[in-house]
């Protein structure tokens, strides 16, 4: 994504307090159910990885695992948490070519703006090899928004997501109630498709 100056300045300067949040059940399944489905010792590309908790968890289950984060705050936090070498990098400049068995993005791809999404889509295609799976998990709303920390979040319903994975095969897309970091009640569309 194209950092947008807001969003990359509250990652910046929250990273210690972002990165320290706990994990929820519900992730912690999800990134479970999530490793059921790659064969063992899978390249995994950890989409916007945050903190580096998802990553590590992965890397532990015996999974390689390149994680890769837009803000250099929260990329030195799991490093320095999880021993993790994580790439900063705007994810429409991704540049890996039929490397992955796989992408984990959870809740990263909703602060890039819509019109990046298709370009950011493409580059996670060639980063996988064919039938690897993609799983992103993106926040649900009817308009362009910033929550109360000034984060950007974009417009997100399941018609647009469907439309983003076009040409992806094995498409299943579902919503569930949830939070995130500010606490307010959310609906949370979880992806899963994988590429032709």
Same mark, same amino acid.
Not at 27 to 32: F, R, S
Not at 54 to 75: K, N, P, Q, T
Not at 164 to 191: M, N, Q
């Given at each position: 994504?194209?950092? /947008?100056?807001e969003?990359?300045?509250?990652?910046?300067?929250e990273?210690? @307090?972002?990165a320290?949040?706990a994990q929820?059940?519900?992730?912690?399944?999800?990134l479970?159910?999530?490793?059921?489905?790659?064969?063992?010792?899978?390249? +995994?590309?950890d989409?916007?990885?945050?903190?580096?908790q998802d990553?590590?968890?992965?890397? /532990?289950?015996?999974?390689h695992?390149v994680?890769?984060?837009?803000? $250099?705050?929260?990329?030195?936090?799991?490093?320095?948490?999880?021993?993790?070498d994580?790439?900063?990098?705007d994810?429409?400049?991704?540049d890996?070519?039929?490397v992955?068995?796989?992408?984990? @993005?959870a @809740?990263s791809?909703?602060h890039?703006?819509?019109d990046?999404?298709p +370009? +950011?889509?493409?580059r996670?295609?060639?980063?996988?090899?064919?039938r690897?799976l993609?799983r992103a998990t993106?926040?649900?709303?009817?308009?362009?928004?910033?929550?109360?920390?000034?984060?950007?979040?974009?417009?997100?319903?399941?018609?647009?997501l469907?439309?983003?994975? @076009?040409?992806?095969?094995?498409?299943?897309?579902? $919503?569930?109630?949830?939070?995130?970091?500010d606490?307010?009640?959310?609906?949370?569309?979880t992806?899963q498709?994988?590429? $032709?």
């Amino acid at each position: 994504m194209t950092a /947008d100056n807001e969003t990359q300045a509250f990652y910046q300067a929250e990273a210690t @307090a972002y990165a320290a949040r706990a994990q929820c059940a519900e992730a912690g399944d999800a990134l479970g159910q999530f490793a059921t489905r790659l064969p063992p010792g899978a390249w +995994i590309l950890d989409l916007g990885c945050g903190g580096g908790q998802d990553a590590a968890a992965l890397r /532990d289950m015996g999974f390689h695992v390149v994680a890769v984060d837009a803000s $250099s705050g929260l990329a030195a936090e799991a490093r320095r948490r999880w021993d993790l070498d994580v790439r900063v990098l705007d994810f429409a400049a991704l540049d890996y070519d039929c490397v992955f068995d796989a992408v984990w @993005a959870a @809740a990263s791809l909703h602060h890039a703006a819509r019109d990046e999404l298709p +370009i +950011i889509f493409t580059r996670l295609e060639a980063a996988l090899k064919p039938r690897g799976l993609l799983r992103a998990t993106l926040k649900m709303g009817a308009a362009d928004r910033r929550d109360r920390f000034g984060r950007f979040f974009c417009a997100m319903d399941e018609a647009a997501l469907r439309t983003l994975a @076009a040409g992806w095969t094995d498409v299943t897309i579902f $919503s569930d109630l949830g939070f995130g970091y500010d606490r307010e009640p959310t609906t949370w569309l979880t992806l899963q498709a994988r590429r $032709s």
